[in-house]
């Protein structure tokens, strides 16, 4: 019995699903996970998880993992060694790159993925293959709320921590739906709710968990929170509630903003969005009345052709109203992913290096060139859009992608699939066979987070220790050993013996980084970037100013976008987004049988009053057609929706009911982010119930 009890283990790990970034111990008996076990010391979470990071754990052990390298031959792949296969892998990027020079060639990263292996695909983008072509899944998502950070306040993270979340007077919600896609977040604010009274706003088109028990529930049009932040930020200014003391103090560009509000009256606010003017009103009043104000925001922002605008117009109404720098205040874009901030941090981007320094910035990358013992490419690399877009022209050639589902939730998905035929050469590292692997030459077996140690960072740039919970499964390996091996065959001399020494290398180039060791980050320490090097760590930020040369934040003129428009038979708004029991495409979560007993496919939610006119129940079947594709689809009729409104979960990896089947290329002007949420269908019924 000594030695059964030696088999049970008990590990302390990071949720490798949502950015909320829960931590826990995972307690196993060889490869059977036999339980999930919360600690009072993890500091996100607490004794909290939601349904994936207590039940989400079964896939790891799934048939379907991917154990060997494969390799394509005509229509079909055969196993390889991984000699054979990195060795392939290292030739054809090589010929490549001789061929049709160092751009021809892209890398797409992971926020599945660890910092420490982040850090090193966008090494080996930029000091072995000489481009910055690498990007992230960041930019289907939160690239926008970012850009809207970085105009006026200057870091690209959450200003604040879950923790002045739950101690802030109002939290306003705007385009996201924390009770399915960030539920432990949603939990602490309910909490928050019952225990001193905290209100809630929730801006959204659809009626969501959150919304149900808020304060104020407003529901603009489609595309036009902008105007609606706008007119109420134009309102406060209006009545004289602008924290003008904090703005003299600390803010630029006042006057110039005040002029760009001109437009948004509240009548003009009322026509375009739908909002009637004393609910703005009321709203304003809200904000003017809380002492401390929160504004929380996601893909319901970001996923339109002005998401980034939207996000600038968050930022700039919590910044007249003094919401910033304070306990209990500030800005708040919710990462889906778990480690999509760290993705971006780890300079996954074509335009920054880590800790979001500029590649177009002599002196930065003098330092790294000097680090890295290489000359570096000088101008900025393609996003992910603009790779799409860069293969069709066929001036992009060949691509590694780690662990990203982009046949599925990359907008668009015939499009992009099309490209994929269009590469010549094509590597996808996953844990899974995706849809994505179906159009690679060679597909490589990685290892998922409990596999391998290494650090996430969650949505409040908060750093946290994995730790190795299970042997990789078969030949599978972690991503940071795959990169290594390649890099190794395509001539650089890495010798990484643990991802320790990966994230000290980036700590010591890193500004923001400097003090981050393993050793402060120990069991359940974590760190929230900026780190100095003494260690101390920033769970608020700009206390002592903002990171702009005079220290001032800037306020933006506000600039509305009019969303994409669609021929008049497109006659129905679909929206998507998020379910609380599956994950994305659901490559994870329809592997945990437990998930997949409970909901086994996704779903349209229709109006009741779309319903009526059409003559369908809950279980009908229809055909959705956009321009771009066309889905079939069982209906829950639903007042969580209005009208001419739809949602459909994008949590399907199933084509006939995909979303991205449907969306368009069109994308956030200033970041390339897709348009998602700018989505026009119409309906035919297949069957009435
Ligand atoms: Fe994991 Fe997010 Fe659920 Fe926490 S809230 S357990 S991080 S999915």
Redo the contacts with the bound molecule.
Sequence with gaps: SAMRKSRIQRTKTV?T??G???SFDVWTKDREILKVEPQMEAPT?QIS??I??KFGWDFVNSPDRLTKPLIRRGDAFYEASWDEALDLVAKRLTEIRLKHGDDAVAFISSSKCTNEENYLIQKLARAVMHTNNVDNCSRYCQSPATEGLRRTVGYGGDTGSVHDLAMADLVIIVGANPAES???LSTRLRRAKKKYGQKHIVIDLRRNGMAEKADMFVRPEPGTDLVLLSAVTKYIIDQGWQDQSFIDGHVDGYAEFVNSLAMYSLAYAERTTGVPQSTIKQLASMIHEAKSVCICWAMGVTQHLGGSETSTAICNLLLVTGNMARPGTGAYPLRGH?NVQGAGDMGCNPVYLPGYERVDDPLVRAKYEQAWGVELPTTKGLDNHEMVEAIHDGKLRAMLLQGEEMALVDSNSHYVRDAFTKLDFFVVMDVFFSKTAEFADVVLPASPSLEKEGTFTNTERRIQRLYQVLEPLGESKPDWIILQELARRLGADWNYQHPREILEEMASLAELMKGVTYERLEGYRSLQWPVAEDGTDSPLLYTDGFPFPNGRARLVPAKWIEPTEFAPEYDLHLNNGRMLEHFHEGNLTYRVAGIKEKIPTTYLEVSPELAKERGIETGALVRLTSPFGQLKLPVVVTDRVQGYQMYLPMNTSNDEEAINILTSSESDVTTHTPAYKELRVRMEVLRER
């Design positions: 949720c699903y949502c909320v970034g829960c979470n998880t939601c994936k990071g960030h539920p432990v778990n």
